[in-house]
């Protein structure tokens, strides 16, 4: 549980240092979001913390071949993915 915090924390630093960026609670869960358009959000699994990132097409592409990063299973669009 500690390290899930811990990385929450450190998730919440990163993206409320970008321009205009908030966090909300969408679907019980803390999301950030850039008026009103989602970025970034984190749900917390059995025995570890999500974290998905809208990314460019061009982007999520690349980050596709790294091997801790995959295609999030409810992502609203191609361009979302999701880290283990």
Same mark, same amino acid.
């Given at each position: 549980? #500690?390290?899930?915090?811990?990385?929450?924390?450190?998730? @919440?630093? =990163?993206? @409320?240092?970008? /321009?205009?960026?908030?966090?909300? =609670?969408?679907?019980?869960?803390?999301?950030?979001?850039?008026?009103?358009? =989602?970025? #970034?959000?984190?749900?917390?699994?059995?025995? @570890?913390?999500?974290?998905? *990132?809208?990314? #460019?097409?061009? *982007?999520?592409?690349?980050?596709?071949? @790294? /091997? %801790?990063?995959?295609?999030? +299973?409810? +992502?609203? +669009?191609?361009?979302?993915? +999701? %880290?283990?």
């Amino acid at each position: 549980m #500690a390290i899930k915090q811990t990385m929450l924390t450190k998730l @919440r630093r =990163i993206c @409320r240092a970008l /321009p205009d960026a908030v966090e909300s =609670i969408k679907w019980g869960k803390p999301h950030f979001c850039v008026r009103e358009k =989602i970025f #970034a959000g984190c749900d917390d699994a059995v025995d @570890r913390l999500v974290i998905g *990132f809208k990314l #460019a097409t061009k *982007f999520g592409t690349a980050s596709k071949q @790294r /091997p %801790r990063v995959k295609a999030g +299973s409810k +992502s609203l +669009s191609k361009k979302s993915t +999701s %880290r283990k």
